[in-house]
């Protein structure tokens, strides 16, 4: 089984900063896929950044520009380096690992969520 553990969420002012992290762990072989869905309250759930394993990045029209995302291959870790954070950021931050390759079960693939982060920006 794969586990995807997150950390970093909090309450930050308007213009700070945060760097959210999430940690894969479990019979890992490979990874294709992490990044970083939100979710506020009363919306639905949207993509805010992912990263392949190969380094290729996607983002949210909405993050571009504010938000990098990076990987540790070897750790099976990604992070998401918010900056400029304004209150429309606010929302629960869930972790995603998609196509995890297991290494002690053969051709098993499976996609995987973390439980979420709570990133809340106020002043």
């Known amino acids: 089984q794969v586990q995807l553990v997150e950390s970093g969420g909090g309450l930050v002012q308007p213009g700070g900063s945060l760097r959210l992290s999430c940690a894969a762990s479990?019979?890992?072989?490979?990874?294709?896929?992490m990044g970083w869905y939100r979710q506020a309250p009363g919306k639905q759930r949207e993509l805010v950044a992912g990263i392949t394993s190969g380094g290729s990045t996607n983002y949210a029209d909405s993050v571009k520009g504010r938000f990098t995302i990076s990987r540790d291959n070897a750790k099976n870790t990604v992070y998401l380096q918010m900056n400029s954070l304004k209150h429309e950021d606010t929302a629960v931050y869930f972790c995603?690992?998609?196509?995890?390759?297991?290494?002690?079960?053969?051709?098993?693939?499976?996609?995987?969520w973390g439980q979420g982060t709570q990133v809340t920006v106020s002043s």
């Open positions: 995603y690992a998609d196509r995890v390759v297991a290494s002690d079960v053969p051709k098993a693939v499976g996609d995987y």
């Open positions: 479990g019979s890992i072989f490979s990874i294709y896929a």
